[in-house]
């Protein structure tokens, strides 16, 4: 079994979730008292959202750069971000460190492909759903990207860092990001990406009948597979 690099505290709510996961599926498919090997870095995340707010990523590169390597150097075989938004920097952290990095779009785009889905909604903070870094890594692999509108956009941004980041699970948040995906869905979206990790704290696949695909499930199982020598390649 390889050893997992984790990128975590973006926030702490969901990097809880993906150690859960990691662990979950490793003692399914081996069984017994078998866990995964995890090599984890915990950032404390009011830094790196005060860098967000400020748009300034080659700061936050850094900083998780530094981390990368500290969790390279201490064991790990390959690295995932626990965050879809820091993939912003993916590039940056895929240089400073000398193992793969699992990319969570990459992920999720292997998984759309074998859901056959070529039109997808994407959910996520206003960097996720505006910003190129997520869609066009789609675009690469033939899925069409549909965001929500503006002022949808800032509903579902504003609910992550005010509300999920902060462990508070809201019925009338539910609602409201059940609209939002019902106006993708309408707009000609097969699925919808739950494509930040806290979002599926909130959302449920049995909440709507439009096929979810959340991402840190999705970046979770690629991972394991990863792991235990289910995939060669980081690529899908």
Same mark, same amino acid.
């Given at each position: ?10 926030? %702490? ?21 078998? +866990? ?5 870095? +915990?950032?404390?995340?009011?830094? *790196? ?7 300034? %990523?080659? $700061? ?5 750069? /530094? $981390? ?14 626990? /965050?879809?938004?820091?993939?912003? !920097? ?9 193992i ?25 903070? &206003?960097? /996720? ?7 066009? &890594?789609?675009?690469?692999?033939? *899925? ?11 509903? !579902?941004?504003? *609910? ?12 009338? +948040?539910? &609602?409201?990001?059940?609209?939002? !995906? ?14 930040? /990790? ?29 792991a ?5 390649e980081?690529?899908?």
């Amino acid at each position: 079994m390889k050893t997992i690099g984790l990128l975590g505290g973006m926030s %702490w709510e969901s990097t809880q979730v993906y150690y859960r996961l990691l662990n979950e599926q490793v003692r399914a498919r081996l069984g017994g008292l078998h +866990s995964a090997k995890i090599i984890l870095h +915990s950032v404390d995340f009011a830094e *790196i959202e005060a860098l967000q707010r400020r748009e300034d %990523w080659p $700061a936050m590169a850094e900083l998780l750069s /530094t $981390a990368a390597k500290g969790v390279a150097s201490a064991g790990a075989d390959f690295l995932l971000i626990c /965050t879809n938004t820091m993939h912003r !920097v993916a590039p940056e952290i895929a240089r400073a460190i000398d193992i793969p990095l699992l990319h969570i779009a990459d992920a999720t785009a292997a998984a759309l492909r074998r859901g056959g889905i070529t039109r997808v909604g994407l959910l996520g903070t &206003r960097f /996720t759903m505006e910003q190129a870094f997520f869609s066009d &890594r789609l675009a690469d692999f033939g *899925i069409e990207v549909l965001v929500p509108e503006a002022p949808q956009r800032e509903i !579902v941004h504003r *609910i992550i860092y005010e509300e999920l980041c902060r462990g508070a699970i809201n019925p009338g +948040s539910r &609602r409201a990001y059940l609209q939002v !995906v019902e106006a993708l869905a309408s707009r000609g979206a097969e699925a919808v990406i739950l494509g930040c /990790t806290e979002i599926g704290l909130l959302l449920r696949p049995e909440d709507t009948d439009i096929p979810l695909y959340d991402t840190t499930e999705i970046h979770a199982s690629q991972a394991i597979d990863y792991a235990l020598g289910e995939r060669q390649e980081m690529e899908p």
